[in-house]
Nanobody
Framework: QVQLLESGGGSVQAGGSLRLSCVES????????LGWGRQVPGKEREGVAV????????DYADSVKGRFTISRDVAKNMLYLQMDNLKPEDSAMYYC????????????????????WGQGTQVTVSS
């Protein structure tokens, strides 16, 4: 059973930084991906960053490239999202997520949703 628990959300001014953390368990062996998605009320959930098993390759949504960094500590079962130069439009509920490796690109393209999601942590960026 996949379990994902996020922490680290909060309020910050535009231009500031936050680091989200996620404790992950039950993510099966083999090729998979872990990622972060976000959702604002009234809009569909979107994937923002993905990291792949077996090498740690990463990929990002265009809206966060150059500002967000996803990383993983496999030994500690932790996933992170470092968010720098935050903008008001980054305000959302952020979710830790997981799925098969072949789903990562589809999620970032908006063509699919992650199969597993945590309960979310709120990020608010004020101007």
């Amino acid at each position: 059973q996949v379990q994902l628990l996020e922490s680290g959300g909060g309020s910050v001014q535009a231009g500031g930084s936050l680091r989200l953390s996620c404790v992950e368990s039950g993510v099966t062996a083999g090729r998979n991906c872990l990622g972060w998605g976000r959702q604002v009320p009234g809009k569909e959930r979107e994937g923002v960053a993905v990291i792949y098993s077996g090498g740690g390759a990463t990929d990002y949504a265009d809206s966060v490239k150059g500002r967000f960094t996803i990383s993983r500590d496999v030994a500690k079962n932790m996933l992170y999202l470092q968010m720098d130069n935050l903008k008001p439009e980054d305000s959302a509920m952020y979710y830790c997520a997981a799925d098969r490796a072949d789903m990562g690109a589809l999620v970032l393209a908006g063509l699919a949703d992650f199969g597993y999601w945590g309960q979310g942590t709120q990020v608010t960026v004020s101007s």
